[in-house]
């Protein structure tokens, strides 16, 4: 087979993450089929420091599991929470804020959980008070379409 080949068909594969293109041999005329993976560039944390940091959706998961203790969620609500904030935070570009994540991650589990979400809260806003937990009590029986998230 010869390294010169012409592309018969192409198709999405995998949901789109990948292409499935038919392809034939131009010398000896033999088909087969390849698979061209789509290469995502890699989504970046800016931390208020400064620093930039790969995006790891494990800490969400840690922060979530110890806001969540004692609440109704698996770890497939945690990792669906985790996916919407990702899917968020590739439409802004490839760098986000730490502050906007820990939004996103608010926004998303607003809806879930909203014990969860208080206790979420309570640690990324760094409550001191009873009057911040009444506060955000309010903010959560508000509109959904409210939402702090940009």
Known sequence: MASDTRVIDSRSAD??????RRRECVSCEQRFTTFEKVEQSPLV?????GERQPFDGQKIVDGLMAAC??????????????????ERARSQGFEVTSEWIGL??????????????LRFASVYKDFTDIDDFERE??????????????
């Open 45 to 49: 944390v800016v931390k208020r420091s």
């Open 15 to 20: 949901d789109g993450a990948s292409i499935r």
């Open 104 to 117: 996103a991650v608010l926004d998303q589990l607003r809806s879930v959980d909203q014990v969860a979400y």
């Open 137 to 150: 009590a309010r903010l959560i029986k508000r509109d959904p379409s409210e939402s702090p998230v940009p």
């Open 69 to 86: 203790k004692g609440r109704p969620l698996t770890t497939d609500d945690f990792e669906a929470i985790v996916d919407g904030v990702r």
